[in-house]
């Protein structure tokens, strides 16, 4: 399937509700370790969620760049671009 | 905020977990009576969560070379291995551990925790792509940090996880590496490595296994998961530990890959630390020994697994995988471990508490390890154990205390 920005956001999100257990309103700001509580195996484990659901990689590398929904949907973008 | 705020979540867990007894993370043997017992807090304890798989801790011939290499040899080596810290006794270990697994080559680290880094960073850079199981023992994560390289996590013990993501890269002209453990740690489950050989050798790329838990313990000839499942050839690279089966302190890698060598002088982790002792050496050299004279020792550790294993799922305990030395009993939350763990200390049985993230999926587990040493009636005991501080936590659990 072909993403856009927006269908990519929207399924982000969708994937990050298994990882938001107080259900927080979920803005492109919302910080991944201080509003939602993930710890490192918890980031590697959201990782492997969206890599299946987009059929891409993300190598672990690129965790430490990333800290908000927004990153988190500009890091698949560009992972999805790159292939 | 100063450096040590930022573990103020975490040690604010950990003083919970205090207030249900003691610190597990803490635990101070007073004294060791023998490879399955020792004293804590005053208490005649039974150890079953040690990995002390052949009970060799404190076997004679072991002890004997020990402390020849001692009077023979000194305390230390006080250098490193690319200084004064190779002696033949560093040599001879190397060659015996090649020969043993049928290798070309292995290099000796004072852990194996840092065999993992010295490996790992060996082996891989920044222009390679490491692919690792999701449950690495953190000493294969630390080390693929180390590497630089491009790191690909793929799904626990899943060979068709892998084989898509190799796909994925099947245009990627660098170099990959696939690590996966024999036998899982925390579960004890055992990864499918005929599958993970065939998926390698269809994607070209180099497998490493670390069988930590597996040397001396799988495989007619103890050598391990890929022995018993017959893809030794498949093996690129062995990593183990000498602080399990072997009842000492150290690790390795092996491999019969042209170049295995370089890592001598290429691998940071093996370069820049002081060598093993030669105590720990000729220790790891006698229990090696006793590895391929004894398969009677494997095979008193496959009874006692398969007695506790039994004896514990009768009980109605969940066991996370099948037979073997790992019995790994999973709890239904933290509070219950916590509590249970307590309660089985006190009553007289050491086993290990691990708890998330340590563990996969979230589990809280009681975690116990076999030794061949352990006796019919040590293991009866601590099944009896299990089942008396199992009735008495859900007494205390489930029971309205009287103030209520």
């Known amino acids: 399937m072909q993403w856009t920005a927006d269908t990519v956001r929207t399924e982000v999100i969708r994937i990050l509700q298994a990882f938001n257990p107080n ?23 959201l990782v492997m969620e969206l890599e299946e659901q987009f059929d891409v990689e993300i190598p672990l590398n690129l965790l430490p760049d990333v800290h908000t929904l927004q990153d988190l949907v500009e890091t698949v973008s560009a992972r999805l671009n790159e292939d | 905020m100063s450096l040590l705020e930022k573990y103020d979540g975490i040690a604010a867990r950990h003083s919970r977990l205090l207030e249900a ?15 399955t017992e020792a004293v804590i807090d005053g208490r005649d304890v039974i150890l079953a969560g040690t990995n002390n798989y052949l009970g060799l801790t404190f076997d004679p011939e072991c002890l004997t070379a020990a402390s020849d290499a001692i009077a023979q040899e000194g305390t230390g080596t006080t250098g490193s291995r690319i200084a004064n810290g190779t002696y033949s006794s560093h040599r001879a270990l190397e060659q015996e551990i090649a020969e043993f697994l049928g290798r070309d080559s292995a290099l000796v ?23 690792l199981d999701a449950d690495s023992h953190a000493s294969i994560y630390d080390g693929c940090r180390l590497t630089g390289a491009t790191l690909i996590r793929f799904r626990h013990n899943s060979p068709e996880d892998l084989d898509r993501r190799l796909r994925r890269l099947k245009d990627d002209p660098r170099a990959k590496l696939v690590v996966v453990e024999g036998i899982y740690s925390m579960l004890g489950d055992q990864a499918p490595l005929d599958e993970f050989a065939d998926v390698k050798r269809r994607h070209n790329a180099e497998l490493m296994v670390d069988e930590a838990h ?27 530990t000498f602080s399990k089966s072997l009842g000492t302190v150290g690790g390795f890698g092996a491999s019969s890959r042209a170049g295995f060598e370089r ?34 020792l494997r095979q008193r550790l496959w009874d006692n697994a398969r007695m506790m294993h039994s004896r514990l799922a009768a009980l109605g305990l969940t066991i996370c995988a099948e037979v073997s030395p790992i019995v790994a009993v999973k709890m239904p939350d933290e509070e219950a471990a916590v509590m249970m763990w307590n309660a089985l200390l006190e009553a007289g049985v050491y086993v290990n508490l691990a708890l ?10 009681l975690r116990c390890s076999v030794s061949a040493a352990h006796t019919e009636e040590q293991i009866e005991k601590v099944c009896a154990v299990f089942s008396s501080c199992r009735q ?4 205390r659990r489930f029971v309205p205390s009287a103030a209520e």
């Open chain 2, 356 to 365: 998330p993230p340590g563990t996969p999926d979230g589990s809280c587990l």
């Open chain 2, 263 to 296: 890592l001598r002088y290429t691998s940071r982790p093996y370069m820049f630390t002081a060598s093993s002792s030669p105590a720990s050496i000729a220790t790891a050299r006698a229990a090696l020994g006793k590895i391929r004279s004894t398969p009677a």
């Open chain 2, 109 to 131: 680290f004072p852990t194996g925790y840092q065999a993992n880094l010295g490996i790992l960073a060996g082996l891989a850079g920044p222009d390679d792509v490491i692919l």
């Open chain 2, 392 to 395: 008495e936590l859900e007494n």
């Open chain 2, 214 to 240: 597996s040397l001396g313990v799988f495989g007619e000839n103890g050598r391990g998961v890929a022995e018993a499942a017959g893809v030794e050839a498949d093996v690129d690279y062995v990593v183990g």
């Open chain 2, 21 to 35: 007894g003691r610190d597990p993370f803490a635990i101070r043997m007073d004294r060791i009576v023998s490879a």
């Open chain 1, 23 to 45: 259900s927080i309103e979920l803005t492109p700001e919302t910080s991944l370790t201080g509003d939602l509580g993930l710890d490192s195996l918890g980031a590697m484990n």
